[in-house]
């Protein structure tokens, strides 16, 4: 936990954490714009939008840190890249919105929202691979996938669907992008862990996890 607030550890991995970031909320911009349907938490998001009038990007900000209240049962702690994150993603997105052009042709539409999973996958792994801790929404995802042993790919789709259900009783946008993102992003996020994560960060703080919570042992 100390290292993700240890400049020397961190700095090193800032740009990869950084990068992964944008490309997030890139990768969220290319959905919004594709319009035919946001994953379920910018659905979810989208529907406070709706209901606020508050941004896309902004509510995704204000909405960080409730969320990370939900860590504490799973024994998730938070890092600096949890504190960059929970800013950085919504900027982007923002940005993202100002500067892609809204497609209306279904190709185009299909093209950008299949890109905008890939990219949000991408981005996830190279942020997740940082280790400076995982943003307020994927700090659930491994926070289940440490404290139950459940695979990445599994953590994911579980909450996904749950959060798509709250979408929908808010009334944001739920379309073919919505389903392929609930069922696409988790395996897509595992790949990119086994590309971008090749020191096997996530998986050891699974193993020390565990060895943690086993009587007699150094977490005794």
């Known amino acids: 936990m100390r290292e993700r607030f240890d400049l020397r550890v961190a700095l090193p991995r800032l740009p990869g954490l950084v990068v992964g970031l944008v490309a997030f909320g890139g990768g969220i911009a290319l959905m919004a714009q594709a319009g035919i349907g946001l994953g379920p938490w910018e659905a979810f ?70 890109a905008g999973v890939v990219v949000i996958g991408a981005g996830s792994g190279l942020y997740l691979a940082a280790d400076l801790g995982p943003g307020p929404r994927d700090g659930l995802m491994t926070g289940i996938h440490h404290r139950f042993g459940w695979s990445i790919q599994r953590s994911r789709t579980a909450i996904e669907l749950t959060v798509l259900g709250a979408a929908f009783l808010l009334g944001g946008t739920i379309g073919l992008g ?27 703080r699974r193993v020390v996890r565990a060895l943690e919570q086993t009587p007699g042992t150094v977490g005794e």
């Open 45 to 114: 998001h989208q529907g406070i939008s709706v209901h606020t009038g508050i941004a896309l990007g902004t509510v995704s900000i204000l909405l960080g840190v409730p969320i990370l209240l939900l860590w504490w049962p799973l024994g998730e702690r938070p890092g600096l890249g949890t504190l960059i994150n929970v800013l950085l993603i919504g900027l982007a997105t923002n940005a993202g919105q100002a500067v892609i052009p809204v497609q209306t042709q279904p190709v185009a539409q299909l093209l950008m929202m299949l």
């Open 178 to 204: 919505t389903i392929t993102f609930a069922f696409g992003i988790g395996p897509v996020v595992q790949i990119m862990l086994r590309v971008f994560d090749r020191e096997g960060r996530v998986s050891r």
